[in-house]
Nanobody, 119 residues
Framework: QVQLAESGGGSVQPGGSLTLSCVAS????????MGWYRQRPGKQRELVAD???????PYLDSVKGRFTASRDDGKNAIYLQMNGLYPEDTAVYFC?????????????WGQGTQVTVSS
């Protein structure tokens, strides 16, 4: 079983910055894929960035150049540095982990953290 705990959300003015953190506890493998999703008001949940071990992190087009996702395997943690925030970045941000165990794929989600960008 895996538990994910996000932190770092809040309210910020347009152009501001926030850093989200997600710490995973439980049975974690180094090749588990961890990433960030968000759900904007009235929209479906969308992938922001999957932090792929040893690979290039693909980003949602609208956040490229502004957001940076990173991973610290020693802490079982991922981070999302968000700069130059726009009002349309307002969303609940979710940490996600996907793992393969004995041929089965499992998905785990954090509880979500609210990010509000408003003047």
């Amino acid at each position: 079983q895996v538990q994910l705990a996000e932190s770092g959300g809040g309210s910020v003015q347009p152009g501001g910055s926030l850093t989200l953190s997600c710490v995973a506890s439980g049975s974690i493998n180094s090749d588990d894929v961890m990433g960030w999703y968000r759900q904007r008001p009235g929209k479906q949940r969308e992938l922001v960035a999957d932090v792929v071990p040893g690979g290039n992190t693909p980003y949602l087009d609208s956040v490229k150049g502004r957001f940076t996702a990173s991973r610290d395997d020693g802490k079982n943690a991922i981070y999302l540095q968000m700069n130059g925030l726009y009002p349309e970045d307002t969303a609940v941000y979710f940490c996600h982990l996907r793992t393969n165990r004995n041929g089965q794929t499992y998905d785990y989600w954090g509880q979500g953290t609210q990010v509000t960008v408003s003047s």
